[in-house]
């Protein structure tokens, strides 16, 4: 299957906002305790769909992120936003998401490429990851305090300390997923060596 054909990549990106949009109902309706504000939140798991997918789909992670955000705000729940209030916040993160692997290969010898991205997944490490988490969440925060600050009729002002827990949010959305994942496959690797042993 070519992984770069006008279906699969389309495919692919409707599959990215799919599960961006069930992990923001999961966010928005089953962990609003992290909640620290109606818009950042101190455990982010949606963050972790940006992390996995700008690994394995590169750039049109970003589109898919976008259209999970609109189909969330429209479908589902708009957090009291206005419809223009809900795009822009939805181009953000899907544009913060695409320029962060982008920023990520600037300074990765790892990664390279700028319209399709090659990535040394024999070499990468969890300080890679965490590397791509980091940037992922300075750019997202950055971009979408700032993007609230701008926004007219904003629900609630923007500070640092909203900046801060954005930015925790997203790092510990997305980093401690990678961990539970990574935990999770080496036990089921183990399980299927210790079965096929007896």
Not at 62 to 69: E, K, N, Q, S, T
Not at 73 to 89: D, H, K, W, Y
Not at 115 to 122: D, E, K, N, P, V
Request: net charge positive; glycine share 8%.
């Amino acid at each position: 299957m070519d992984l770069n054909s006008p279906k699969t990549s389309l495919i692919s990106v409707l599959a990215i906002a799919a599960l961006y949009s069930g992990l923001m109902v999961v966010q928005f309706n089953y962990l609003e305790r992290f909640n620290a504000y109606a818009l950042a939140s101190a455990f982010f798991i949606p963050s972790s769909v940006r992390l996995f997918g700008v690994l394995l789909l590169g750039y049109r992670t970003g589109l898919g992120i976008a259209l999970g955000g609109l189909m969330f705000a429209f479908g589902v729940n708009n957090l009291g936003q206005t419809p223009e209030q809900s795009l822009i916040v939805s181009l953000q993160a899907g544009l913060s998401c695409s320029a962060s692997l982008m920023i990520w290969a600037f300074f990765s010898d790892k990664v390279s490429g700028v319209r399709a991205q090659s990535i040394a997944f024999g070499a990468i490490n969890a300080f890679d990851i965490l590397s791509l988490c980091v940037i992922q969440s300075v750019l997202n925060s950055g971009m979408a305090c700032l993007v609230y600050y701008l926004l007219p009729g904003q629900l609630e002002p923007v500070s640092l300390h909203q900046l801060a827990t954005m930015f925790l949010g997203d790092l510990t959305g997305a980093f401690l997923v990678f961990i539970l994942l990574n935990i999770l496959m080496s036990v089921a690797l183990r399980l299927r060596r210790f079965a096929g042993r007896s």
